[in-house]
């Protein structure tokens, strides 16, 4: 993790992934890529299967499948690269493809195969309905779970990294692997340590990058607010108290 020094007011710069993280997206990218070609070949493999008289369908139904966990682990790949390395809110376009590419593959490698089913006819009514269902759940689950609910972008960084910097000076953050939210404190008592025995420490950017975490604890948030609030008020107290009368 980077080290724990006070940086520069959040506003009066622009958050830029570091050259690291930009290498492990380019490499997440890829492996998804690679993934998403291998279920569309599974795809057009199906559609072979459909086009056979008689139709196999447990080939068929294999291939679907196949189709299935291809698609979804790159997926998964593709939207943990996007937090390495996120978009831009400005380009509204290219927002929404770079963030939500997984669920547009989903509905190319699936799609077509659904509306070749049931027009097919090699195959009898049954067939259809069994086979047609499982194509047709398969491309809800693989687009639901390729969707990307809460996109990361810059903008976004910027702004919980500016929050966190207001609070405490510095762009640094606990979290835990089966926590939601991020820490200012080490010891806070909303860290469950009955489930975990193990913080981790880092940058805002990094808790997203490596949990997806994007929520700052309002139990920290609070503590500090009244630290300060009560700081404030000592140092007032204290300019009065030495006010000539």
């Known amino acids: 993790s980077e080290s724990h020094q006070t940086q520069p007011p959040a506003e009066s710069r622009t958050f830029v992934p570091s050259e690291e993280s930009k290498g492990k997206a380019k490499s997440l990218r890829v492996y998804s890529i690679i993934l998403w070609i291998l279920g569309i070949a ?26 299935l966990v291809l698609v979804i682990i790159g997926s998964q790949l593709w939207k943990k690269a996007n937090r390495f390395d996120p978009a831009s809110e400005k380009d509204k376009s290219r927002f929404f493809i770079q963030n939500q590419l997984g669920t547009i593959i989903s509905i190319i490698a699936f799609l077509p195969l ?59 953050v606990y979290w835990t692997k089966s926590g939601t939210h991020y820490h200012l404190y080490k010891e806070c008592s909303y860290i469950n340590r009955v489930q975990t025995t193990e913080i981790f420490e880092g940058t805002v950017q990094q808790a997203r990058e490596l949990k997806n975490i994007t929520t700052l604890c309002s139990l920290c948030r609070s503590k500090v607010e009244k630290q300060k609030n009560v700081g404030t008020g000592e140092t007032k107290a204290q300019e009065a108290s030495e006010t000539p009368r």
Do not use: C, H, R
């Not at 057009?44 to 056979?52: M, R, S």
């Open 42 to 67: 599974a795809e057009v493999g199906a559609i072979y299967v459909l086009f056979q008289v008689p139709v196999n369908t447990v080939w068929l139904i294999a291939l679907i499948i196949v189709d």
């Open 114 to 172: 659904v509306i070749l089913i049931f027009t097919n006819k090699n195959m009898s009514g049954q067939q259809k309905g069994i086979v047609g269902a499982i194509a047709a759940v398969a491309l809800v689950i693989a687009g639901l779970t390729s969707y990307d609910f809460n996109p990361p972008s810059v903008e976004q960084y910027g702004q919980q990294i500016q929050e966190v910097e207001s609070l405490t000076g510095n762009n640094f």
